[in-house]
T-cell receptor, first 115, second 110 residues
Framework: KAGVTQTPRYLIKTRGQQVTLSCSPI?????VSWYQQTPGQGLQFLFE???????NKGNFPGRFSGRQFSNSRSEMNVSTLELGDSALYLC??????????????FGPGTRLTVL | DAKTTQPPSMDCAEGRAANLPCNHS???????VYWYRQIHSQGPQYIIH???NNETNEMASLIITEDRKSSTLILPHATLRDTAVYYC???????????FGQGTELSVKP
């Protein structure tokens, strides 16, 4: 079974621009979560989507948004980029089934550099 | 979600067992213990999880104390490729975010 895929793997943007990152979950998984990893703050939760609805949200400004499509693929968008948004953005998928442990499996990440 | 405490770094000789401790004294009855590892700049890799019984899979063993306030991840025969940051996380089984601490940086040396 193919793992979580993220595109693009690397991205360079300038301040003020916006960016869209894409995540394709493991086949059959319905939950997709996004995380930001920086050297200073470590791994931080951004948000989780399940069945096209945002189910959980971390403590990030409204410039960070996401969505999930009917095929469970997800995108996250960052508007008005700041230098501090330079980070590794990680997507994780989970089955989302009730009654069992909902282990999250991570993709390779998208490395975003803001100049 | 409960907080976890891990040593910041550990060394292990290649071929020996690596025992990584984790304290989670405020864990709730419905929270599982999860372990992930992250090799430099890659996505975290799921290793193992458990509730109260010891667990073993092809990668590692997880030993949880009877009071569930601490656990140990055991890599039975560490190799150089096991050099990574290991994260211990406690969370409820369904949904919810993973709260990553600073983890333990394991260095496996020849």
């Amino acid at each position: 079974k193919a793992g979580v895929t993220q595109t693009p793997r690397y991205l360079i943007k300038t301040r003020g621009q916006q960016v869209t990152l894409s995540c394709s979950p493991i086949s059959g998984h319905r939950s997709v979560s996004w995380y930001q990893q920086t050297p200073g703050q470590g791994l931080q939760f951004l948000f989780e989507y399940f069945s096209e609805t945002q189910r959980n949200k971390g403590n990030f400004p409204g410039r960070f948004s996401g969505r999930q499509f009917s095929n469970s693929r997800s995108e996250m968008n960052v508007s008005t980029l700041e230098l501090g948004d330079s980070a590794l953005y990680l997507c994780a998928s989970a089955p989302g089934v009730q009654g069992g442990t909902d282990t999250q499996y991570f993709g390779p990440g998208t490395r975003l550099t803001v100049l | 979600d409960a907080k976890t405490t891990q040593p910041p770094s550990m060394d292990c000789a290649e071929g020996r067992a690596a025992n990584l401790p984790c304290n989670h004294s405020t864990i709730s009855g419905n929270e599982y213990v999860y372990w992930y590892r992250q090799i430099h700049s890659q996505g975290p890799q799921y290793i193992i999880h458990g509730l109260k019984n010891n667990e073993t899979n092809e990668m590692a063993s997880l030993i949880i104390t009877e009071d569930r306030k601490s656990s140990t991840l055991i890599l039975p025969h560490a190799t150089l490729r096991d050099t990574a940051v290991y994260y211990c996380i406690v969370r409820v089984t369904q949904g919810g975010k993973l709260i990553f601490g600073q983890g333990t940086e394991l260095s496996v040396k020849p």
